[in-house]
Structure formats: C-alpha cells, structure tokens
C-alpha cells in the first residue's frame, strides 16, 4: 500500500506541470478519482487508475482537491481527480470531425470518456480553454457540443 501523507501542490503550479507532462508521456501518472464530499476528508483509502492501492493521511496543513499532487518523483506521480468535474460533451458529425476531436484531445491531454459516438470532456481547468479549442468544430457544423456539469 502506497502512504500519501502530504500535498505537494496543484497539477496546474509552472513548477509542477513539466514534470507531470513528461511523466503523462510515459503512462506514469495514477489518478485517485474520489467524489466532491470524499474532497473533505483527510484520510482515506483508495485505488488508482493503475491499481495503486493507496492511503491517503494528510495533516491538517493540507486539503485535498482535484489536481492536487501528492506524489510526484522520477519514476511516477499521483494526482487526485473529482468526479464531481462539470463535463462538455461533443458529437462529431462525421469520420473526419472525430479523427480531428480524438486528435485535439489526444493533444491536449484532455480527460475523457467515450459514450457511443459521443465524447465526454471532464472539464479541469478553465471552461473558456476549452471552448475556444471545440469552437471552431461547432462553429463549422462539424460537431454538436451540449454541457453536461454533473459530473458522473
């Protein structure tokens, strides 16, 4: 079992970020998907998106939120996630919309989920990033775009 017992930061901090994307690159960041309410608690036990079971025992200097890192070395990281996170789901309109939808996401390391020929964005950060990335698609009648904030 994996100790957490301390928050080194947000996923978004300039000091952090590098070194999170280089370790996405490799497939060597767990996310500990936990719900809004399960955010307030300083100990918990769960498994990661790689089977990570993992102990979560934080000190009263730290709170938990989506993004929070609370293990991050050369090998790998551990970043919690709410699944509480308002989504954006888009509908391509044909093969090639959904190639270049799979692409921006793909390139924007966007979280995501698939419903039939539907893509679920877990919206992470900023609302208007991504808008301004899907826009463009929509705009051109290439794809449908519908919020959906509660989360799953």
Same mark, same amino acid.
């Given at each position: 079992?994996?100790?957490?017992?301390?928050?080194?930061?947000?996923?978004?901090?300039?000091?952090?970020?590098?070194?999170?994307?280089?370790?996405?690159?490799? /497939?060597?960041?767990?996310?500990?998907?936990?719900?809004?309410?399960?955010?307030?608690?300083?100990?918990?036990?769960?498994?990661?998106?790689?089977?990570?079971?993992?102990?979560?025992?934080?000190?009263?200097?730290?709170?938990?939120?989506?993004?929070?890192?609370?293990?991050?070395?050369?090998?790998?990281?551990?970043?919690?996630?709410?699944?509480?996170?308002?989504?954006?789901?888009?509908?391509?309109?044909?093969?090639?919309?959904?190639?270049?939808? /799979?692409?921006?996401?793909?390139?924007?390391?966007?979280?995501?989920?698939?419903? /039939?020929?539907?893509?679920?964005?877990?919206?992470?950060?900023?609302?208007?990033?991504?808008?301004?990335?899907?826009?463009?698609?929509?705009?051109? /009648?290439?794809?449908?775009?519908?919020?959906?904030?509660?989360?799953?």
């Amino acid at each position: 079992m994996l100790l957490l017992d301390r928050v080194l930061g947000s996923e978004d901090d300039p000091a952090l970020a590098d070194r999170l994307h280089a370790l996405e690159h490799r /497939g060597a960041v767990e996310y500990v998907w936990l719900q809004g309410a399960d955010l307030q608690r300083r100990r918990i036990r769960a498994r990661s998106s790689a089977g990570t079971e993992c102990a979560i025992a934080l000190g009263r200097e730290d709170s938990l939120a989506s993004g929070a890192v609370l293990l991050l070395d050369e090998h790998r990281a551990v970043v919690i996630r709410s699944t509480d996170l308002p989504r954006l789901e888009v509908t391509p309109c044909d093969a090639a919309a959904a190639l270049e939808l /799979g692409y921006l996401a793909g390139n924007m390391h966007w979280k995501v989920e698939f419903d /039939g020929p539907r893509l679920s964005i877990l919206v992470a950060g900023e609302r208007a990033d991504y808008l301004s990335r899907l826009m463009p698609l929509v705009d051109q /009648g290439r794809a449908r775009l519908m919020e959906a904030g509660d989360g799953r």
